[in-house]
């Protein structure tokens, strides 16, 4: 998009010296930059530059200040890399994460579908849907630390669903507890899937819409052909902000599950916290999660290639 | 036709009732918990309906609020902990300070780099990294810079400016830490206002600041309100960056419910509850408020009719 | 000239005899020469009321009010407490170290947070107000002493006995045919258990499911043979004692691992064999799980907390008042002798922080604290949570009251025979791998061989990672205190 070169301004005669040094666009551009940066470069940047010197390290905490540590190189990293634990919770992240977010997307947007047009008891539905979003995660941690329990009130709304007596041991059993943290995930952040569907299902224009069922398309055609492919820049959205929300996750499971049974729920947070904090080993700890950046990082420029390239595309088809 | 719609309608109904259900299960059952005694928090079979089953108590919110004789956990010497009146009104201060000034930033920069390419091109995307971090990645380096920092600040001022456990310590971080998310969704919501208006405003004579006044502003106005709701909800619940970096003299309410463990008595349920149910109510109140202008806020620049 | 001489030995003498007089602090008791060592600092910076801050463990929020405000009574040093839960503090101490607040003067937490206090730098030695203060000791077991060194130096003081016991069901013991059936079967009878073994068979024959007949009775409940902690970060505190009664040390002279020998293996298997008497769920319950399990009747035996005990006469919905029995540990045969050991897997521990403004008027809280007269308060203290350990508390009427004749005695008889848990830097890191393969082991999913080897490799790893000369040192004085009596290997 061209830049805003508009004709110089007239302006107000009275106009005080600051007035005019603000309309100055040279000015105007960058003044909003200076704050910004500054609190990132004063906040982030040192702290950054001081975890990849730490990394470097070979710190404890028992062994003196940072300052006094031994150098290690790259020994730090070298040791995440051959690290199980640090794969395992590498790998139990990523699933989980993809498991979570699939629930997430499927439910959000089927809930989204039954809820985006408007009928009778639809503002009901759409402010109990988003609550769930809104509690903190570390209260959704406890309370479902509560519900879960072996004699707690899951197990007997299953035992009377299901009229047996279901004593599914949620948070002490290995691959219950990992199911327990998915659901509370989902339960938690279907929310926010929700309301992304439902601002693009709403947001949908609808002259395509309108022209294909002239044309005489049936309803599932019109989804398949038309609002989906219009949605997808949406659904980017939703996988993008949910999956690297989800890799991170920390508040929750660690009040559920503490990263137990044994190392079930461990996540990379969870892993990294008990390195840095339990066992003092600073240094490990930095390096290992400077390798998680990298990939992190990897993952995000790729999803924001990909929220590109749609956005792109969408501007495209709608300039049509 | 119409009984087909009727069917549909049943079905529909179904579902979204089953799904209400599934929401407001836990909590309402959290709701429940905060008004029960000690013996009927974890109990087999569980204990469903207030005055029937069990006798509701506000013995939970008295203790966390410290009214009254409060039984097994008085205090008397401790000078904080279970203080829920403390983490509230901090997590009140520096949530509403951290996420007001985030959203001023950040919706100032969004314009400028809407109108004006500030920063290049790939800017917006560069400053999504930083939400890209685990916050654990940083939280001990930021320790160690904010136990720094006073130092540094005696050898340049001459004075001694303390970080660590302060509120601008926090505040500051949660601005940081949040204004990607600012400016991606403000930057959403800015490029929605066509130029146009604003050439015309200047055109007519209009400054810079009264053109964003006044034609912009009322226009992106629920965007606002929607990022603002967003990221006041992403710092009030913060918890690890609070964790490490505050107490005792700054406590927020994610914090403070992490205490209500003992080795003994395990989780405090009760209290627990009270609190969640305590912490929940203005984010929800908030949420309903704005509402209206959450769905038209979240379509990020989709709208095109 | 020579006369200067002589003045200045006559002046020098003067010197030594007054401040070698000034170096003792008055006091027929310990706790008056701490309360006289504290109002003589405050009077020597020239102030008659200080104020000190504490990190404490929120369990003692209730009881140690009362003794602080005594403190202040006496000395005019107000304490104040500042609470975190007993998980939070590891963390928060660690970060003191590293950003140096100066805001704590005290720390409390459990034993085992010792060395990597030291370490990091965070606490005070305190010989030097010791050798003043003359506290007493002698009175504790050697084992539990050597807890409150670290490489030869003091830094805290013993205060809680949180050494293990077994408690078995008295009243399923007193069952005339079972006692009789068991008999037959085991050849001995029925009671406090001798070794390991024996504990095994007891769990073996006392458990049965709802509805069985048991012996003259009909149970109306599933009942477990036995119960012992098998959730992370509790499984590994009791295989260490049950290893120690072994005979066998953790480490060699050289911190060679020797866990993996036959006796570890041997240790393991025996935990993992006893699991099949405990209920499913033991795997993930901690304290606040297991005391209301035991409590309300549904197993025989628990080796466990000492405060077990307490809670099973006095808790709210306990059906034991009056029925259960504590005994010694069990051991095993080492050369034809037995060996019982218990352990100390907790514990209360205070230090004092190194970037305190005040560290010695810290220090003698923590003398008049634990000393013997105002020990044995606290530990009677029915809010509290410290247990008893000292020799004679078992004449105490007040301890005797809380906690039951029978149960004071065994438990002073356990810290006879109770060891620290691995008193090493980083000990977190060798427990939590050793916790780590054990529930694999518990879970069947590996062997026990496989599990000790593995946990060996680790203990290498960890043991260059933070400096084998360093902990060679370490080990080599916690050897030589006896905090493991003869074990061998070393």
Redesign the interface.
Known sequence: MAESRGPAPAGPPSRSRLGRWLERERVFRILPLIPVQALVLALLFVPMVLTVYISLL?W???????TEAPWGGVSNFLDALTDEGFFDAVGRTFLFAGGAVVLELALGFGLALLTYQSFRGRRFYFTVFLIPMMIIPVVVGYDFSMLLI?TGPLNAVLSALTGLDVRV?W????RAAQVAVILADVWQWTSLTFLIFVSGLAALPRDPIKAARVMGATRWQVFRHVELPLLKPVIVIAVVIRTMEALKIFDMPMLLTQG????ATETISIYLWRNA?????ISYAAASSLILLVVFTVLIYLSIWLLRRERRQLEAETAR | MIRRRHVFAIVRHALLLAWTLVVLFPIGWMVMTSFKDA?DWVSWPARWVPFVDFEPTLMNYRQIFHFGDTG??????????YNIWKATFDSVVIVTVASVVSLLLGSTLAYAISRFRTGGPNYPYTVLTIRMLPPIVVA?PL??Y??SLPEAFTWLLGRRVEF??TYYGLTLLYIVTTLPYVIWMMLAFIDEVPRELEHAARLMGASRLATIRKVVFPLVASGMAVTLLFVFILNWSEFLLA??LS??KVLTLPVLL??F???????LYGPQAAIGTVVTIPVVVLGFLIQKHLVKGFSFGMIRR | MRNLGIVWALVLAVLATGVASAQQVPGNTVEERAVNGAKAYLKKIGVDRLEQTMM?V??F??A??KY??EWEKLTGIRI?????????I???I??D?????G?YDIYNHQMYML??AV???AVVALDDYAARGKPYFDDIAKTLRSEMYYKGKLYTFFTDGDQTVLALRQDLLDLPEARKAFKAKFGWEPGCPDTWKQWEELASFYQGKKGDKFYGMVLDKDLYGAQEYR??EFGYRWWQGRYISKGKLFFDRNMKPLIDGPEGVETTKEQVSLTKYMP??I???????N?PFFAQGNSFSIATFP?LVG?SQNA??TVLKGKVLSCIVPGSMVGGKLVRRSIQPAGTNYMVSKFSKHPEAAYWFLQWFTGPEVGNRTVADRDG?WEPFRVGQDKDKNIVARFGEQFVKVTLENAKIAVPMIPL??N??YL?ALD?AL??AY?GRISAEEAMKRTARQWEKITD??GRKKQVEAWKYVVESGAYFDAAGY
């Open positions: 070979r404890r905490i028992t062994r003196g200040f940072w072996d041991r948070l002490s059993e290995y137990g049974p044994g190392n904090w339990i066992f003092n080993k | 013996g097994a956990l008085r205090r008397e010497q401790t000078e904080q902990a001990i320790l160690i904010y136990a660590f456990d964790l490490t107490q005792p992490n205490k463990q003992s080795a003994v008595e395990g989780r | 404490m929120s369990l929020a209730k140690q009010p602080l405000d104040k407490t500042i609470e975190y839960g007993y998980t939070e590891p963390a928060k660690m970060a170290a590293v950003a140096k607040t805001q060395p990597d370490e990091a730098g959730a992370r499913k769920d795997f993930g319950w901690g304290t606040p799980q005391y405060s809670y709210q919905g949570f830097q980083g977190r890191e939590d780590v529930q694999e879970h990672d933070i």
